[in-house]
């Protein structure tokens, strides 16, 4: 575990398979497979990962497999990534390529479901080319 500043990271080689929940205020780069939830300050997923859960965290770049749903404030979904699951953002970066079956919905959308009387912010999308 980290300290509140995030000065540290911790890094799950290829070869590191997981089944559990993880839950870290550490940022995480992931390269093997998590079956379980990820919940971190910051998510970066090498190309060779493979996670089966759900993903929440401040800043999440993902380039594997992901089959759960993701919830992140600013959220980068690189060409080599497969998704399969709803997608809650703030900040949204797609690269052309990027497979994603699943609903994109902005995280004000869904705090403010039914009743929104407010006038809807309007959400950031970028795609990468």
């Given at each position: 575990?980290?300290?509140?500043?995030?000065?540290?990271?911790?890094?799950?080689?290829?070869?590191?398979?997981?089944?559990?929940?993880?839950?870290?205020?550490?940022?995480?780069?992931?390269?093997?497979?998590?079956?379980?939830?990820?919940?971190?300050?910051?998510?970066?997923?090498?190309?060779?990962?493979a996670v089966k859960g759900a993903i929440k965290a401040e800043t999440?770049?993902?380039?594997g497999t992901v089959d759960g749903s993701i919830t992140a404030r600013?959220?980068?979904?690189l060409k080599s990534a497969k998704i399969t699951g709803d997608v809650?953002?703030?900040?949204?970066?797609?690269?052309?390529?990027?497979?994603?079956?699943?609903?994109?919905?902005?995280?004000?959308?869904?705090?403010?479901?039914?009743?929104?009387?407010?006038?809807?912010?309007?959400?950031?999308?970028?795609?990468?080319?």
């Amino acid at each position: 575990m980290a300290s509140k500043s995030n000065s540290t990271f911790s890094v799950f080689g290829s070869d590191i398979a997981i089944t559990g929940d993880i839950k870290a205020s550490a940022d995480l780069h992931i390269d093997g497979s998590v079956e379980g939830d990820i919940s971190c300050s910051s998510l970066v997923q090498g190309e060779t990962s493979a996670v089966k859960g759900a993903i929440k965290a401040e800043t999440a770049r993902l380039a594997g497999t992901v089959d759960g749903s993701i919830t992140a404030r600013e959220l980068v979904i690189l060409k080599s990534a497969k998704i399969t699951g709803d997608v809650f953002y703030d900040a949204l970066t797609i690269e052309q390529g990027a497979q994603v079956e699943g609903r994109f919905a902005h995280r004000d959308a869904k705090a403010k479901a039914p009743a929104a009387t407010q006038p809807a912010t309007k959400p950031e999308l970028a795609v990468a080319g």
